[in-house]
């Protein structure tokens, strides 16, 4: 069974910087797409970023292209990760760590529906 564990969230000013983290425990991480969503208070789960399992391929939703966010993972060490940069108000959210099973290498999906194991989330709040 996956666990996902995600941390590096907090309170940041608009226009600062955050790096998300996300541990994955149970199986080797080389077999999962990977999925960065958030969710703000009372909105839908929205997909923010994912990330083959290789690494070479990544995807973006709508609300964050522009470059200002950029996924990673590290399957030797079983870490994924989030740089957020220029925060806005309107990134504050819970961001949740997920993964998908697949066996296609450059499989990438900011839909929810595609996830099968969700971390507890990361509450990221910016505000001056």
């Known amino acids: 069974q996956l666990q996902l564990v995600e941390s590096g969230g907090g309170l940041v000013q608009p226009g600062g910087s955050l790096r998300l983290s996300c541990a994955v425990s149970?199986?080797?991480?080389?077999?999962?797409?990977m999925g960065w969503f958030r969710q703000a208070p009372g909105k839908e789960r929205e997909g923010v970023s994912s990330?083959?399992?290789?690494?070479?391929?990544?995807?973006y939703g709508e609300s964050v292209k522009g470059r200002r966010f950029t996924i990673s993972r590290d399957n030797a060490k079983n870490m994924v990760y989030l740089q957020m940069n220029s925060l806005k108000p309107e990134d504050t959210g819970i961001y949740y760590c997920a993964a998908t099973y697949t066996g296609v290498r450059e499989y990438t999906s900011v839909a929810r529906i595609n996830y099968d194991y969700w971390g507890e989330g990361t509450l990221v709040t910016v505000s001056a």
């Open positions: 990330i083959s399992r290789d690494g070479r391929s990544t995807e």
């Open positions: 149970g199986e080797t991480l080389e077999h999962y797409a």
